[in-house]
């Protein structure tokens, strides 16, 4: 390895790091407060990091990793998310009966798992990523193990993930029979030569269905509202981001190696699997009480969504990368405001409870009805640009059908976004205000980020054109 | 640039309400007011100032560029023509008596109230003068979300349900808006390699036949769920009856004619062909509309539904003027969009304060209001009257040019409409003799008649519905150029 390539990976060497200098605070019996904040620092050193090393990228790492521009979006993306999932673990998780400390080894680790998804060209990288951002999330799932839907969300997980994995590395076996070799490129290039056979198709089929679990696509979604509901609401919105983010990542490097959007098969299957999201989450979210559950079939439809950009090839890749901004800004803000009225007992994920907020706190009433506005893709919120430049990257590939799903679903997601929002503006039930524990201050820094979310999707709702701009100029190399 | 401080004004008038009516209501309002006359005084002083005349060739009388998202061809365009700023006028015209209106009606949570009608009104004028379509659609959803909000928050008993239905019905059309607007967007691009939004630009397209036909649908579907057209209208008297006084102001004086400016600014010029091809179904329908609306009106017994299905059936003249092609036709519904817009208004108006006296809206629970309230009575006898189309009242001249010249184009369909304007009569009539004629019911107390503060809301409406029956000429010279360009094309 030269010191280029070495330089290359820094960011993702502090964040590696960053898992073992937790350990090695705990073992030094340091504070919650201690760990959140240097965990915070190690965040922002690897942000840092890749600005530093911005001049070098593109670098490769042969055979596993490459470095490039679109390593770096995805991966600023994910830290972005992690550092505000950090903040909201500190105020919930000391709140809760569980001791918090461990929770941020494996929440660094999960981390590193979706950045290597990011980085990686090869089935053994993407390999690794995936089981360390697996292994990591069943434990985080699970954390709070006094909690009967914790645990069975957990188990649902290990379970599915298990059987995933062993999908994904059955596809890889055959890809790599038919091929002959295991680096996106090769097999690209194997494929120009040889074209794809039956057995290539079915090696594609089985990791498709591994990748269609991770993201947890229609047929693949059944975990998705029991693990959602069951997980601690910071891990809800790690999965909801920083998991899918990474696994997206590398479905596009993937599928700009072999061309899969060539594939007139391929194609067919990934539009089925698209429309069946957006349907099917729209749907199923409408009669939904549990906000919770209700964000895991909208995030459904949004992944449903996300495919229609996916299809229509290096086109779509800008817009998936905003897409991707916006919906995590905008779910990290909708969960930091259900970790905020969390209580120590149980999560705020009933409906009933969110009535008259906004007559009794409107910032978080205003911060939350902005989200769904957000996903609802209202314009003045970041998710219409978003929504409206997959639209474009689809028209623009003539697939119409998508197109017309893609709006006519979501019409029906509008609803039931209106239906929360309109429970927000209800008028408010006679309760008492759930009692503040903590330090002042750390309510003060959640609500602030929570505030500068909401100002960002604001501003991507007003102003797109400078992250569009930086975007495709950080695609370019 | 005046165009971009009238909407800043509103916008920025409303965030303030929001954040002082937490100390002090009275200066919310007092905000709110001076914020909808500023923006008012801004194309009005304009105008006084230059005198514009509406040249031959060049119809465009101000005209605002800025770059916004240029990766995608997207500029922030403001342009207004005659038509755009006669809409303007009445825009804010029925803004200010939105705001005088509801000055002592809403009492609780004033601040968001207002904040939600300055923003609906800054997405109202935004619509009228957008020449990029993206941002035209960006406008478009800024005057659907306030307006949902004072539904839902501040309407009447079934306000939820009323409130859902109106943003489903109106988000359902703007998203195939949306569709069509990229489809235009691409073909245009591909044709001449320039990737833009601006609605000049993509003016120059030209489409083969059936791309065209299901473009203009896109559009058209958006329009008429809005203006609206008989099947598509199941919204509006929802919306219009569980809406606060000043909502069902601006719903039926403005939110409506949004969806017909757009018929005339952007379906006609940008697929003639394509909108001739229906024009004899629109026509249909629209006189469907005028009657069936007329029918549904007088079987109402709630106030404020009856006069839902009045727009209903006015709208009817609208759709029927659009397609018939005529100059002549064109100029009635520019007529007629300001005239229902003033007369509905006022008569949504009483409705509003028969309300906040007797606290009903049922028509059978009133009677005699003449007795109690003789000033009013007689303003409602004049807004009853325009409402029927009679001659000096500015309904009647639009009415008139709209059948006079739809005869040419389809003696049929123009006996039926007039026939829609007896109808009229009946429900109108029956208005005037259910609430204000009669019996005085027995009420503990006879109801007070007009404050200052309503009077100064009706004697407006009063001296512009009259003085457009007198005088409609220069609303006519206004439009006049506009209309021409796109009966030429």
Redesign the interface.
């Known amino acids: 390895m030269t010191h280029l390539q070495f330089l290359a990976l820094l960011p993702f060497l502090i964040l590696a790091t960053a898992a073992i200098v937790v350990i090695l605070l705990i073992a030094f019996k340091q504070s919650h407060t201690v760990i959140q904040i240097t965990g915070f620092v190690m965040m922002c050193g690897v942000v840092l990091a890749m600005w530093y090393v911005r001049d070098t990228l593109p670098r490769e790492v042969p055979p596993l990793l490459v470095v490039d521009g679109f390593a770096a979006l995805f991966t600023g993306l994910i830290i972005f998310s992690v550092l505000v999932v950090g903040l909201l673990s500190y105020i919930y998780f000391e709140e809760r009966e569980e001791n918090p400390k461990e929770y941020y080894i494996l929440l660094f680790l999960a981390t590193l798992g979706s950045a290597v998804l990011t980085i990686s060209r090869h089935f053994v990288s993407l390999f690794i990523g995936l089981e360390l951002l697996s292994v990591s999330l069943y434990a985080l799932i699970a954390y709070l193990r006094n909690r009967n839907n914790a645990v069975e969300a957990g188990m649902k997980y290990l379970v599915l993930a298990a059987l995933s994995s062993a999908f994904l590395l059955f596809g890889m076996a055959l890809i790599y029979m038919e091929t002959g070799s295991m680096e996106f490129t090769a097999i690209g290039r194997a494929l120009e030569t040889s074209g794809s056979s039956v057995l290539f198709l079915m090696g594609i089929g089985l990791i498709v269905v591994a990748i269609g679990f991770k993201l947890a696509l229609v047929p693949f979604h059944l975990w998705a509202a029991d693990v959602y509901q069951g997980a601690p609401a910071p891990v809800t919105a790690f999965i909801a981001t920083v998991s899918k983010i990474g696994v997206f990542a590398v479905l596009i490097r993937f599928a700009q190696a072999v061309h899969l959007q060539q594939n007139t098969l391929a194609v067919t299957v990934f539009t089925v699997l698209a429309i069946a999201c957006m349907l099917t989450g729209n749907i199923l979210a409408l009669m939904q009480q549990n906000i919770k559950r209700l964000l895991a079939y909208s995030s459904i439809a949004h992944f449903g969504y996300l495919l229609v950009a996916f299809l229509s090839g290096d086109a779509g890749v800008g817009p998936t990368v905003f897409y991707l901004l916006a919906y995590s800004i905008t779910l990290l803000s909708a969960f930091g405001i259900i970790t905020l009225l969390s209580t120590t007992r149980r999560d705020a994920d009933d409906l009933s409870g969110y009535r008259g907020l906004f007559w009794r706190s409107p910032l978080m009433a205003a911060i939350f009805t902005i989200a769904l506005f957000s996903l609802a893709g209202i314009p003045l919120t970041a998710g219409f640009p978003a929504k409206f430049f997959i639209l474009t990257a689809g028209v623009q590939q003539n697939m119409w059908l998508l197109a017309v799903v893609l709006v006519l679903s979501s019409v029906i997601g509008l609803y039931y976004y209106l239906r929360i929002i309109s429970t927000l503006f209800a008028a408010p039930p006679l309760t008492s205000v759930k009692e503040r524990t903590l330090h002042p201050f750390f309510y003060a820094a959640t609500y602030t980020s929570l505030v500068v979310l909401m100002c960002l999707l604001a501003w991507l709702g007003v102003f797109p054109g400078f992250i569009v701009d930086q975007v495709q100029a950080f695609l370019q190399f | 640039m005046i165009l971009v401080w009238m909407i800043v004004v509103l916008l920025a008038g409303g965030v303030l309400c929001w954040l002082v009516a937490q100390r002090n209501q009275l200066i919310c309002r007092w905000i709110a007011l001076i914020a909808v006359v500023t923006a008012f005084s801004i194309p009005l002083g304009w105008y006084l100032r230059f005198k514009p005349v509406v040249t031959a060739g060049n119809n465009w009388l101000i005209d605002y560029q800025a770059?916004?998202?240029?990766?995608?061809g997207?500029s922030f365009h403001l342009a207004m023509d005659g038509l755009s700023f006669v809409l303007i006028l009445l825009t804010f015209l029925l803004g200010t008596l939105a705001v005088l209106c509801s000055w002592n009606e809403i009492r609780e949570?004033t601040g968001f109230y207002f904040f939600n009608l300055l923003w609906t009104l800054a997405g109202i004028a935004g619509v009228f003068v957008a020449m990029d379509l993206?941002l035209f659609?960006?406008f478009w959803?800024?005057m659907l979300?306030p307006m949902?909000?004072l539904i839902?928050?501040y309407g009447d008993f079934n306000r939820?349900y009323a409130?859902?239905k109106f943003?489903?019905f109106t988000?359902?059309g703007g998203?195939?808006m949306?569709?069509s607007i990229?489809?235009m967007?691409?073909i245009h691009g591909q044709q001449s390699g320039n990737y833009s939004f601006d609605y000049f630009t993509l003016l120059n397209t030209t489409l083969n036949d059936t791309a065209a036909r299901w473009i203009m649908l896109g559009f058209l579907i958006a329009f008429v769920i809005k203006l609206p057209m008989v099947p598509l209208h199941n919204w509006l008297p929802d919306a219009h009856s569980e809406a606060p006084t000043a909502g069902s102001l601006i719903l039926a004086g403005l939110l409506l004619k949004t969806g017909a400016y757009g018929i005339i600014r952007f379906v006609l010029p940008m697929f003639p062909q394509a909108s001739a091809g229906i024009g004899w179904l629109a026509m249909l329908l629209g006189v469907i509309g005028i009657v069936y609306g007329a029918l549904l009106a007088f079987a109402q017994t709630d106030l404020k539904r009856l006069i839902a299905y009045t727009s209903v059936s006015h709208m009817g003249f609208v759709l029927l003027g659009v397609f018939a092609f005529r100059e002549i036709a064109l100029q009635g519904v520019v007529m007629q969009l300001l005239t229902h817009g003033i007369s509905t208004g006022a008569l949504f108006v009483m409705a509003g304060m028969l309300k906040e006296r007797l606290h009903t809206r049922d028509i059978d629970q009133m009677g005699g209001m003449w007795t109690a309230m003789p000033h009013m009575g007689a303003i409602g006898m004049l807004f009853v009257m325009a409402s029927l189309g009679l001659p000096f009242l500015g309904n009647f001249v639009a009415e008139f040019l709209v059948l006079i010249s739809t005869f040419d184009v389809s003696p049929v369909l123009t006996v039926i409409a007039s026939v829609g304007l007896v109808l009229s009569a009946l429900y109108s009539l029956r208005i005037m003799q259910k609430v204000f004629l009669g019996q005085l019911q027995t009420v503990t107390q006879p109801p007070a008649d007009l404050s200052a503060r309503e009077w100064v809301i009706v004697a407006a409406l009063t001296v512009a519905i009259v003085f457009l029956g007198l005088y409609p000429q220069p609303v006519i010279d206004m439009v006049g150029g506009v209309v021409t360009g796109i009966v030429r094309s």
């Open positions: 770059n916004w998202i240029p990766a995608y997207i949570r993206f659609y960006f959803e800024v979300v949902y909000f839902a928050i939820r409130a859902y943003f489903l988000q359902t998203l195939l949306l569709l990229l489809a967007y691409f």
